[in-house]
C-alpha cells in the first residue's frame, strides 16, 4: 500500500471536493427525546438499530457498553438482552442468508482481544452469538495495523454480498467478505485501505455504493464500497466548516427515505448530530445541526458518540422513523442511549 500516495490523494481530493464554505451559517435546531434507554453502568458507546420485518412497533435497539459487551433493548427502553462479552466498541448488522434462511448479522469490534464478533438475529427477533463467535481483525500485512477501533456492516443489493469493515487507531480500514460455510460464518479478506490519522465513525451507504469513513479530527472521507471500484477518496466535510467547526467526528448513519437521504453523523466537541444530503456523487452542504435538548422527562444528550438512524416507520411515536444517539452525561451521571424521531427532525430543520 503506497501511504504516501494515498496521503497525496486526500489532500487532492479534499481541494477540489469539499463544497460546504467553511464557517458558514447552518441552521441549528432542538428537538427532545421520545424516550431513552436503561443506563448503562460501564460505558456507552454505539447503537444499531433492528427492524422487525413483520413487527416494526416490536424492533430492537442494540447498544454496545465498550467495557463490558452488548446490550439489546426494546421501544421502550427496557433492556431484554445482554451479552457480557468485553470490550464491545462498535456495533452494525446487514441481513444475510445463513443455512438458507433469512437472518440479521450484527457484528462489532471487541478491543481486548483486538476481534471481530458477529451475533445471529432471528426474524422473530431473538438474538444469540453467531458460530463462531469471534474472529481475529488484523490481517497478514507488513503495515503496522494497531489498536481495532469502529466497525460498520455492508451489503451489496444486487448480489447480497456482506462485509465486515473494521477501521484502527493507525487509521487502517480492513474490509472482510463474510460467508456461510455450512452454517457456519467465515470471513475472507478483501482489502485494505486508510486514512492519515485515527478514524471511528464509519458507515456503508448500500444503495450508492459508498463508505463514510470519520477521520475524528479531519472531516468524512467518502470511498466505493465495491472493492472492484478502488480506494479513491473525496473529503465531504472537513474539520473546521459549517457543520463540524471543532473536532470530534463520531458516529456515522445513513438515512434512507423515500424522498431524501442523508447522512447523520455525530459532531462530538459541540454535542450535535449534523444532518447531510446525500444525491450520488455529488457534495452537498450540511442541512443543519441537531441539539437533544432536556424535556420534561428526559434530559438532553451532550458528548455523543456513536449514533444510528432508520427511516422505516416505527409506530406511533416514530412514523418516519428513529435516531438513537449515545448520552455520554445522563441524569444519573451514568450513560444511556436516547431514541429521537425523526419525524421531528425533519420538522425542525424544515425538510418536509
Not at 431473538?126 to 507488513?142: G, M, N, S, V, Y
Not at 444510528?308 to 438513537?324: A, F, I, N, R, W
Amino acid at each position: 500500500m503506497k501511504t504516501d500516495l494515498l496521503a497525496c490523494g486526500l489532500v487532492f481530493s479534499a481541494m477540489i471536493g469539499l463544497a460546504p464554505a467553511l464557517h458558514a451559517q447552518v441552521q441549528e435546531v432542538q428537538v427532545n427525546a421520545v424516550t431513552e434507554t436503561n443506563s448503562i453502568i460501564g460505558d456507552a458507546d454505539d447503537p444499531a438499530i433492528w427492524v422487525n420485518p413483520a413487527d416494526p412497533a416490536a424492533s430492537l435497539v442494540l447498544g454496545t457498553d465498550k467495557y463490558n459487551g452488548l446490550h439489546v433493548f426494546d421501544l421502550s427502553g427496557a433492556e431484554v438482552a445482554y451479552f457480557n462479552d468485553g470490550s464491545v466498541n462498535n456495533v452494525d448488522l446487514r441481513e444475510f442468508t445463513l443455512a438458507g434462511r433469512t437472518v440479521w448479522l450484527a457484528s462489532a469490534t471487541e478491543r481486548d482481544n483486538e476481534d471481530i464478533v458477529f451475533y445471529v438475529i432471528e426474524a422473530d427477533g431473538t438474538i444469540d452469538r453467531a458460530t463462531p463467535h469471534a474472529f481475529p481483525a488484523k490481517p497478514e500485512t507488513t503495515e503496522r495495523v494497531r489498536n481495532i477501533y469502529g466497525h460498520a456492516m455492508a451489503r451489496d443489493p444486487a448480489t447480497g454480498r456482506v462485509w465486515a469493515l473494521t477501521n484502527f487507531k493507525s487509521g487502517h480500514i480492513v474490509q472482510y467478505e463474510v460467508l456461510d460455510d455450512n452454517g457456519q460464518l467465515r470471513l475472507e479478506f478483501v482489502r485494505m485501505f486508510s486514512v492519515a490519522s485515527q478514524p471511528e465513525g464509519i458507515v456503508a451507504d448500500d444503495e450508492a455504493g459508498h463508505i463514510y469513513v470519520g477521520e475524528e479530527d479531519t472531516g468524512i472521507w467518502r470511498f466505493p464500497l465495491l472493492p472492484e471500484n478502488g480506494d479513491a477518496a473525496t473529503l465531504i466535510a472537513a474539520i473546521p466548516s459549517d457543520c463540524f467547526p471543532v473536532d470530534d467526528i463520531e458516529g456515522l448513519a445513513i438515512y434512507d427515505g423515500a424522498d431524501a437521504r442523508y447522512l447523520v453523523a455525530s459532531a462530538q466537541g459541540i454535542h450535535r448530530a449534523a444532518i447531510i444530503p446525500l444525491n450520488g456523487e455529488e457534495v452537498l452542504p450540511c442541512a443543519g445541526l441537531v441539539e437533544i435538548s432536556a424535556g420534561l422527562n428526559i434530559d438532553g444528550v451532550s458528548e455523543t458518540d456513536g449514533l444510528d438512524v432508520v427511516s422505516t416507520p416505527l409506530g406511533p411515536d416514530y412514523p418516519e422513523g428513529m435516531l438513537v444517539m449515545m448520552d455520554d452525561q445522563n441524569e444519573d451521571l451514568q450513560t444511556n442511549f436516547k431514541y429521537i424521531s425523526f419525524a421531528d427532525v425533519k420538522k425542525a430543520l424544515g425538510l418536509e
